[in-house]
């Protein structure tokens, strides 16, 4: 790889727009995103030159809305090269660049583009404005719908217009302005699932100081390749996959879909790849079950490479000696280790996850086949990264040290506290909520507990506000035995529920396969649903989880179940937009079934 040695710094930056455009004149031809054709195949190339030349054209029509400097326009894209020309074009005209999910409820958005007055939406196509239509008496702040394909042909509004038409035959230069480091890029909505979202006001300073400050503990070359999957309205994805590879010179490809994530993967061959945990967990299931169904000798041998793995990473670490097992390795990893690590394209080397806890267990089992994989941390009001590991201090327990600049703490409660030229200036609209997190010493209060070793990693430990506090008084993290359920291959999704009952149960949803097998083992027809509510199923369920509990507490045990095959989902508001459990929501939905659980006490 070649060295680094081509970082924009925020300094010589500015604001994101002079990012942009100080990349665009030291690499004017290098290949800065690739795309699919039409035919699938991989990849067209678009150099920094020519995706300014492109962004231009979105500026003259941006301004040909009549937009003001500090206007918000919002963008309801998959990850595409229009996201991005939607932004850059936006941030050199001193807009404010309002991020939308593509699977958001109607509900959602509407309050988004309500309450921040958004004046332009970007859409996709027909699908979304069918959504759009059955919340349109809210958008009356709109003065234009702009959508890639067509999206009406009969009795349309008339702010609606076709992307094609909307851009005009020719345009000038970008532009990047001159707008002050501290003027806000970005409205950024959380993911609400404690309460209401809240508009999180994001600085070009904000996120240029973190983004440098993620290069400087995580070095990106200029001929790393980002595969871009996790949607751009993630902060964690529009930081490290996007101004990222701006800073540091890289490509970009984004994928067509999350269900050809896998042929992605092989076409594009990514050398960096930025994921939640959730993608860990649907491969490291795949495999597990695959060896559940194959020969014995094909576990043993794969048991002998994770043990064998994990002994390398720690010697590797400075944290274990030597083993003559080591000279099985290359055989090991031949056999095994390579083929399992091409599911990501056989050229990976550096992969980030954040976003949600990575489980133990599965951040052992992909560093045992030789996967860098750091665990990080971070929130949307710290644009995003708190702290990440390292290559050569990489503790998977933990989420790492805090990046260069950022300072923690330990507050009351265990809660982290944060502070840094990241940090947020507030909430959009809501001085209360801001005055709330951010003290009078700009301490923000991340509602996450945590711990923090000699070593200075964190280790985070829960959530202030999801901690169960059983009848007797005893306190539970329930992310923590979530995670630990969800490593069996059976639970697609599980909540821990007992707040101030007198013991904890379970909520769960089957993978389907999974859950015909487990019904033939013990005899039940799967088809039925009253077998749900048989004891039989339930101590079969109790069963698989105890020994993934095995290393918690005796309050800390699951003692009754409720599960079933309906995933929850974004549009019935079980789960936000970033697959997070919405508790509140869960628990009003499955009322009755948890009080069955807790019958007789």
């Known amino acids: 790889m070649n060295r680094p040695s081509d970082i924009i710094t925020p300094e010589a930056a500015g604001t994101l727009a002079g990012l942009f455009l100080e990349r665009v004149k030291r690499t004017p031809d290098a290949c800065a995103y690739r795309r699919f054709d039409h035919q699938g195949g991989c990849c067209e190339c678009t150099s920094w030159g020519e995706t300014a030349a492109l962004a231009a054209g979105w500026q003259e029509a941006l301004r040909n809305e009549g937009l003001q400097p500090g206007d918000r326009v919002a963008v309801m894209l998959k990850n595409s090269l229009e996201w991005v020309l939607f932004d ?17 409820r109607p509900d959602n958005f509407a309050m988004i583009i309500e309450e921040t007055g958004a004046r332009l939406l970007l859409i996709e196509g027909v699908d979304q404005w069918e959504r759009i239509r059955e919340v349109s008496g809210r958008l009356d702040s709109l003065t234009r719908i702009v959508s890639l394909t067509r999206a009406c042909t009969r009795e349309c509004d008339l702010r609606l217009a076709l992307l094609a038409d909307w851009l005009p035959d020719s345009a000038g230069e970008y532009e990047a302005g001159s707008w002050s480091p501290e003027t806000t890029a970005s409205i950024v909505y959380t993911s609400g699932t404690t309460g209401r979202p809240k508009g999180v006001m994001l600085s070009h300073a904000n996120i240029l100081h973190n983004t440098y400050a993620g290069i400087s503990r995580v070095p990106v070359y200029p001929d790393d390749l980002f595969l871009s999957f996790l949607p751009l309205s993630h902060t964690l994805e529009r930081t490290a996959g996007y101004y990222v590879p701006i800073m540091a010179g890289a490509g970009v490809v984004h994928v067509r879909s999350l269900e050809q994530l896998p042929e992605d993967l092989a076409a594009v061959r990514p050398t960096v790849i930025v994921s939640v945990p959730r993608i860990f967990e649907r491969i490291h299931k795949k495999i597990t079950g695959r060896l559940a169904s194959g020969p014995r000798w094909q576990r043993r041998l794969f048991d002998l490479t994770l043990n ?84 050569t201090d990489n503790r998977p327990e933990t989420v790492g040290l805090p990046l260069p600049g950022v300072e923690v703490a330990i507050g009351a409660d265990s809660e982290l506290l944060v502070r840094g030229a990241n940090v947020m200036s507030g909430y959009w609209a809501n001085q209360d909520a801001s005055r709330a997190v ?49 490593t069996d291959r059976l639970f697609e999704q599980c909540m821990v529920v ?27 027809d799967a088809a039925q649903k009253e077998v749900f509510e048989s004891r039989l199923v339930e101590e079969a369920l109790l069963e698989r989880i105890a020994p993934r509990l095995a290393h918690f507490p005796g309050y800390a045990q699951i003692r009754r179940v409720h599960a079933g095959l309906t995933p929850w989902n974004v549009q019935e508001g079980l789960i936000t937009a970033t697959l997070k459990l919405r508790r509140a929501q869960l628990l009003e939905r499955y009322a009755d079934d948890i009080e069955r659980m807790y019958e007789g006490h």
């Open 438 to 486: 951010i003290d009078r010493e700009w301490w923000l209060h991340t509602g996450d507990q945590a711990s923090i070793a000699d070593s200075g990693h964190i280790t985070i430990t829960g959530r202030i506000k999801e901690i169960i506090v059983l009848a007797n008084g005893e306190k539970i993290a329930p992310a923590e035995i979530e995670i630990a359920i969800s």
């Open 498 to 524: 007992g707040d101030g009952r007198p013991y904890l149960t379970a909520l769960l949803v089957f993978h389907h396969d999974e859950w015909l097998k487990l019904a033939a083992s013990i005899g039940v």
């Open 308 to 391: 064998v793995g994990w002994r390398r990473f720690l010697h590797n670490q400075g944290r274990g000696g030597w083993s003559p097992l080591f000279l099985l390795w290359p055989l090991l990893d031949r056999l095994v280790a390579q083929r399992v690590l091409a599911a990501l394209g056989g050229r990976v080397r550096l992969t980030i996850s954040g976003g949600a806890p990575l489980s133990p267990e599965i951040a052992r089992f992909f560093l045992a086949l030789g996967l860098r994989l750091l665990q990080g941390y971070g929130l949307t009001e710290t644009s995003p990264v708190v702290a990440v590991n390292t290559e």
């Open 88 to 104: 850059l074009a936006a941030l050199g005209l001193g807009l404010v660049t309002v991020p939308l999910y593509v699977n958001d």
